[in-house]
């Protein structure tokens, strides 16, 4: 099958060719540019939305339930998982891969998981690639679903219209949240299994913590705070609703446009210094570093030597 | 005067020359690496300390008052100020102006403040080069102290043997450390202003929030909390004492070289980086991604091409 064929089935929501589709860009195949050039034009419908948070805070419970709800609504959605403790991507309980199933047997439902395993230009801009794919395939909504630990699995989530930041009524959940970068990425929080205790302190703490953010004089949006318990079916219609607030303030004030540019600006930099360090680090480059490491903890030469001599700009 | 001359008087101690040298490295200037090589063989001695934390935590006068106890045990200290906030830099208040003149004015002290404006290399190499001038010229104690806010600044701070992260009682301190990524980075904290209401409790939330820390196997240092009140000199013994505890641990684990060869891996890495990233983003490649953007969002082409025609590598 050509690259032209292949989209032109994924524009055509054959299954088999989505999931070729994304094999393709997850493996790096020869056939990616030209894959994603003919896809291009049919891109830029779906909405995206990252859902990201601690393990266990009940992720993909939600993203199974906002799923359920925006079917209601008659809305298709994709779902790329990349979260080692996700049911999608092999982790977690009984209850939560029979929930996992239902929705996957949808047909206006797409899930894939994608493994964490580094490569040339990075996980996040291959998922941001499949996101590309699932677009083409007139998904309404394309959902990430990352555990918010680790910096790509950040960018992902950064990489989406609306980022929602997941957590539980637990103490200590907010502080690792805060810790781990989650806080400025966060669109809006859920606090999850609110039929815990603590729930209402835990949105309070949260609200406080939120005060103390640096708030730019143009930037208007302040997250909201929704409390659910996603395995009840609890609060689904306020994440929906915040879902759309936030969507609407990104499209009157512009920022929907500009935010796109600037994550395909971080898409195009991601790329071009993963080639740039691919092509440099080769394996005689990185072997030089580590044996003359040893020279300048001796004092015998520099670490300022040793770089412009690594780019052939030694001067002497 | 050559290279080798400047150096020479560096060894010796000439005021004079120690500021030329920091000079040269800081401008970028076209001897610094002839300059850092003549100056690598007198390196090794100095004993880098990073004191860190949000504006307003005191840090200047914790560095100060450490400086006169360490004067007092007759130690040469050299310090590098890369703080807006700080009264070496210019901010902060009179009594903190005369408390740093007092140093100042110390033959056995030397006090230099960088700016933080950006350039090729990054202020954090430029300060580990200014710190190895202060190390060449026969300072015990190089004393980096940085404002805890922004990736350059942290860069510092944990370029250090030890790094510690200074804070106040007032809650939401601890919480700004979490989020900003002091908490990663800290060797040990110290809350100052410990005379304020509130300094057991905050030594209490501290510790809570460490026992949350994820702890390696091999990570045998559990910070350890200092509670210090250093506009009236209380405390500061046991700063000093908790740095030579620190410094024995590093030393009789082997850590301490295995510290300095991972901090010159990432300098020579940043190095090598932002050399790359200068000589590649030049203002045509710059403007042509700034024009392209608008296409890539427009789903004429894809970031993927761009990225590859950008490199040199565009396969059609």
Do not use: C
């Not at 309404?140 to 539980?168: C, H, M, P, R, Y």
């Amino acid at each position: 099958m050509t690259t032209a064929d292949l989209a032109a089935h994924v524009s055509e929501r054959d299954r088999r060719a989505i999931a070729r589709a994304i094999s393709t860009v997850e493996n790096d195949s020869p056939e990616t540019g030209a894959l994603l050039r003919a896809l291009a034009p049919l891109t830029g419908h779906a909405y995206r939305i990252g859902i990201t948070g601690p393990p266990g805070a009940g992720k993909s419970t939600l993203t199974s339930e906002l799923t359920k709800l925006l079917r209601a609504h008659d809305k298709r959605v994709g779902i790329i998982a990349v979260d080692p403790t996700s049911p999608f991507t092999g982790g977690a309980l009984l209850g939560d891969r029979i929930r996992m199933q239902e929705i996957a047997m949808d047909e206006g439902v797409y899930v894939r998981s994608m493994a964490t395993r580094g490569s040339l230009g990075g996980l996040s801009a291959k998922a941001k690639d499949a996101a590309d794919v699932l677009d083409a395939a007139g998904f309404d909504f394309v959902i990430f679903e990352t555990v918010g630990v680790g910096q790509s699995e950040l960018d992902i989530a950064k990489a989406a219209d609306t980022t929602i930041v997941v957590l539980v009524p637990e103490s200590g959940d907010a502080v690792q949240a805060m810790k781990s970068g989650l806080m400025e990425i966060a669109d809006f929080f859920v606090v999850n299994k609110s039929d815990r205790e603590g729930a209402d302190q835990a949105v309070r703490a949260l609200k406080t913590i939120l005060s103390f953010r640096v708030t730019h004089a143009e930037q208007e949006w302040i997250p909201p705070v929704v409390k659910t318990t996603a395995s009840k079916n609890i609060g689904i219609e306020d994440v929906l609703r915040e879902i759309e607030k936030h969507r609407n303030y990104l499209e009157s004030t512009g920022q929907l446009i500009s935010r796109r540019k600037s994550r395909e600006r971080e898409r195009v930099r991601e790329l071009v210094e993963a080639m740039l360090r691919f092509d440099f680090w080769t394996p005689a480059r990185a072997e030089m570093l580590e044996t003359e490491l040893d020279r300048i903890v001796a004092h015998e030469r520099t670490s300022f030597d040793l770089a412009h001599e690594l780019v052939g700009k030694l001067k002497t």
